[in-house]
């Protein structure tokens, strides 16, 4: 369980970016935070791995508080892969980019050599081993990035913005792939903008604006919310807008087949 | 890394300062560093602090200048522990490293209360030519950008379980290699990009091109000047 109790932030420059948040994430959830450029979503994060500690309050993970861990102690448990690949590919080869973080937390080689194995073939980058990852397209820079950081195997997952710059065949395995961690026990959130993908995926929801937190809830319960959607500036799924179209409100199918079928039971009734 | 920025970096006010012209400050800063290569006792000294000072608080830039003295002192303690050491007096060592933090800070004062676009049409005045003049503008303008890209990069590889704080000085300079490779790699593409973002819009079809903005003296600028002016002369001829 990740907790954050009162926690608030202020920036060096003195602006408040968190204010007064009160959380509880879950074990083995996933966990979706939306809202507008600036919210807060990024600083609220970066309080689970240690990179920011509270100015006020405290943030505990599974009880412990992460005030008196280090960032690289926090991060054993917590990875998280950020927006921009470029900001974190710097290795000659994708081997030593994905070895980067193993070799950081000291396992030893065997440990080292098995998880490399798992990662390249999980991820299909075997034929880029050798290969810089600067010279990857956009979706397999991703892919390095998102096996760099699973490679030491964290609980929990933070993924910033993961479906930038991804066409929809990523985006499939993206959320294949997100399944499949939660399936395996991990924790994850996400930080985006998507809709449509939060939609398919059905995460908790986390509503932020001007550094609070204003709604927590289920995707259908806050989507179909146009008054919350309008404060975090954020517009409804496409199968959202056309089932409100049709008077419907309330269990809104997920997927676009179910959509189909109920729309011709719609027309034949 | 972000407190000694801020330092430097030119935030929008509305100051008497920054509503000045910017020759105007180009010039009261280049007197200030003047005096402070100049000057040789602690009573000249004081009166360069004490007119950083006034501009600082006219400025309202009173606590971001005084970041980028803190940043100075540390340099300065080194100045003065060398000098002390190599035989000088105790006092002239004293004034040496406050000369050096007086010097960063009239520097600091221009860059806090001129903006990018100001420093441009000063530049210009000059004319200087106008490639040289942007190239220098637009690295002046990154300043801030590529600041929060390293904060970026450096939160990425921590994130990966990099401790730039442990281990001796050689593998703490090692460790910077994933924190410089993509900065500069991300710099150089995006130098390239602004390249073609700029060509695109037509940059350099012109020789001679117009600006929407002139710089005029107005009666505020010519007072400033004629105080500084005189106070400046005063201290070259009569004051040290």
């Known amino acids: ?269 | 890394m972000y407190f000694i920025a801020n330092g430097f970096i030119y935030r929008k006010s509305n100051s008497i300062i920054h509503k000045l012209d910017p020759r105007v400050k180009l010039l009261i800063s280049i007197q200030l560093f003047t005096l402070a290569l100049l000057v040789s006792n602690l009573y000249n000294l004081a009166i360069i602090f004490i007119a950083i000072s006034i501009f600082s608080l006219l400025g309202k830039i009173t606590k971001r200048l005084l970041r980028t003295m803190i940043f100075a002192t540390g340099f300065s303690a080194l100045i003065l522990i060398i000098n002390y050491f190599a035989g000088y007096s105790l006092v002239y060592s004293i004034q040496i490293a406050l000369r050096f933090i007086a010097i960063v800070c009239s520097t600091s004062l221009f860059f806090l209360v001129t903006s990018p676009d100001e420093l441009e049409y000063v530049l210009r005045w000059f004319r200087l030519p106008r490639d040289l003049v942007f190239a220098f503008v637009t690295s002046v303008r990154f300043v801030p950008v590529i600041l929060m890209d390293t904060l970026q990069i450096i939160d990425a590889q921590k994130s990966r379980g990099l401790e730039l704080e442990k281990g001796n000085p050689i593998i703490r300079i090692k460790k910077f290699i994933p924190i410089l490779v993509p900065l500069i790699i991300n710099e150089v593409i995006r130098s390239g990009e602004l390249a073609e973002a700029m060509e695109s819009r037509g940059y350099g079809i012109s020789k001679n091109p117009t600006s929407l903005y002139s710089l005029q003296l107005i009666k505020q600028d010519l007072i400033v000047m004629f105080i500084t002016s005189i106070s400046f002369i005063s201290i070259i001829f009569f004051g040290y």
């Open chain 1, 1 to 269: 369980m990740i907790e954050f109790k009162q926690v608030s932030y202020n920036h060096p420059g003195g602006t408040n970016a968190l204010d007064n948040i009160n959380l509880k994430i879950k074990k083995n959830s996933i966990t979706a935070i939306v809202g507008n450029n600036g919210a807060g979503k990024t600083t609220l994060v970066k309080h689970i791995n240690g990179l920011l500690k509270p100015s006020e309050g405290e943030v505990t993970i599974e009880n412990n508080s992460t005030k008196k861990s280090s960032v690289a102690e926090l991060s054993r448990n917590v990875g998280m892969v950020f927006q921009n690949a470029n900001h974190q590919l710097f290795a000659d080869t994708v081997k030593n980019e994905i070895l980067f973080g193993l070799k950081n937390f000291g396992f030893d080689q065997d440990y080292i050599d098995e998880r490399y194995e798992l990662m390249t073939d999980l991820f299909n980058l075997r034929k880029y081993e050798e290969i810089s990852p600067l010279k990857l397209s956009g979706g397999e820079k991703k892919k390095v990035c998102l096996a760099s950081v699973l490679a030491w195997n964290p609980e929990i997952l933070i993924l910033d913005e993961p479906t930038v710059g991804q066409d929809e065949l990523q985006k499939n395995i993206l959320f294949e792939f997100i399944n499949t961690l939660h399936s395996n026990n991990k924790t994850i959130i996400i930080i985006s903008h998507d809709i449509e993908f939060l939609w398919r995926l059905q995460p908790n929801i986390i509503t932020m604006s001007d550094g609070r937190i204003i709604e927590i809830n289920h995707p259908e319960k806050i989507f179909t919310d146009k008054e919350l959607m309008n404060k975090v500036g954020l517009i409804p799924p496409q199968i959202i807008k056309i089932f409100n179209g049709l008077g419907i409100e309330k269990d809104i199918p997920i997927n676009l087949e179910d959509a189909c079928k109920r729309i011709q039971g719609l027309m034949e009734e």
